[in-house]
């Protein structure tokens, strides 16, 4: 392998506040249904606080894996491994290629929801890691299990070293993405910031309020070439390109003219060798926080002028799935792709002048896309961009 080499995917698995799996995803895309809604599920006493949870309890999730009752993993693990079994199912992998893959999973949360059960005296310690391990468990398979933890670029990080490691000639195969569950830390944690919001957020609008949080988990398999012709394999798109960049201008906010998330972009289309007119569709990371939307839309703008491609951000519909966040918009700009469509931005209303506007037509109207651009930007400006190419 070489430097070179090009990245295939050859499938997706998926779950979250919009159902299990990519036919229950696309279905709510298309016809513009939100799974925002109260909590129901998490344990919290921040009710009142709209979030995107998975519609299954845990007991739920365990017998849909086949998993018995008793085995307490954390949720974490258990909407990973759902997401897990459907990419690789879906790409057809056989048991002999699996051996010889990689799982890299992003993820921050972890197995908190299991610390919290045993509150004052925290008697299970969570641990990113081993939500990987128990994913790669399930699975049966993988030499290689690995975590990326960098907040919400973590799932989009975890495509970039698996696409590393197929060049590198490591692996024929990685299962790339990540899973986050909720948790009463998590929600608390993010309140503590004072950028949740109290109705279902609106990315890009003047009046917005802050993010919702949300859980959820995807996976990408992702393959060389070689691997997919020498198997009879099927390709759905590329990854073509992509670009890492850390600005380190604030803790958790993004600097005022979006240097890292210019960075990243600009560095994903130099790889993909695609000029900027190039590209059909941005999901934007837009988490309907002032900063993070204005610092976005000005990066925006700065590499792809006032003529820029159609954007939306998808968090409306999913909640903010923080370090799942990548991966999970990932597989939404390959469904949009394959299915000739944009997602529309829900819930936006009046525009900002310090942000683009955001794509708000029907989902159900036809758009060909080419090239699209997945935008996933971490706290402490740590900023990621992948380009995805229609096979």
């Known amino acids: 392998m070489s430097s070179g080499t090009r990245i295939f995917v050859t499938g997706i698995g998926i779950c979250s506040a919009l159902g299990l799996g990519s036919e229950e995803n696309l279905r709510a895309l298309k016809e513009g249904r939100s799974g925002i809604a109260f909590p129901r599920l998490l344990k919290t006493a921040l009710t009142n606080l709209p979030a995107g949870e998975v519609k299954f309890t845990n007991d739920q999730l365990r017998q849909l894996l086949g998993i018995d009752a008793g085995c307490n993993l954390p949720r974490t693990s258990l909407l990973g491994a759902l997401a897990l079994r459907e990419a690789i199912s879906d790409a057809g992998l056989s048991a002999e290629i699996l051996a010889d893959s990689a799982l890299i999973s992003g993820t921050t949360v972890g197995g908190m929801d299991r610390t919290e059960a045993t509150f004052p005296r925290f008697e299970v310690p969570h641990d990113c890691g081993a939500t990987t391990e128990d994913m790669a468990d399930l699975a049966g398979g993988f030499k290689i299990a690995t975590t990326l933890s ?208 955001p794509f708000t037509g029907k989902s159900s109207e036809e758009h060909s896309l080419e090239y699209a651009l997945c935008n996933a930007f971490g706290f402490g400006g740590n900023d990621t961009s992948l380009i995805f190419k229609k096979i």
């Open 150 to 357: 960098t907040a919400c670029s973590s799932a989009a990080n975890a495509m970039i070293t698996g696409a590393a490691l197929i060049r590198s000639g490591r692996c024929r195969a990685v299962a790339a993405g990540g899973s986050e569950c909720l948790s009463d830390y998590h929600l608390h944690g993010f309140n503590s910031l004072m950028i949740l919001s109290d109705e279902p957020c609106r990315p890009f609008d003047a009046h917005r309020k802050g993010l919702n949080l949300g859980e959820g988990a995807a996976f990408l398999i992702l393959e060389s070439e070689e691997s997919v012709r020498e198997r009879g394999g099927r390709a759905i798109a590329e990854l073509c390109g992509w670009g890492n960049a850390c600005d380190a201008y604030h803790q958790t906010a993004s600097s005022p003219e979006g240097q890292g998330a210019f960075l990243a972009m600009k560095s994903a289309l130099e790889m993909a060798a695609v000029p900027p007119s190039a590209v059909s569709y941005i999901n934007a990371h837009g988490t309907s926080t002032p900063n993070n939307d204005a610092s976005e839309s000005a990066a925006i703008r700065r590499l792809f002028g006032e003529n820029y491609p159609l954007v939306s951000s998808t968090k409306p519909f999913t909640g903010h799935t923080t370090s799942a966040s990548g991966s999970i918009e990932a597989v939404y700009c390959l469904l949009a792709m394959q299915h000739s469509f944009i997602p529309t931005n829900l819930n936006w209303e009046e525009a900002d002048s310090a942000c683009i506007t």
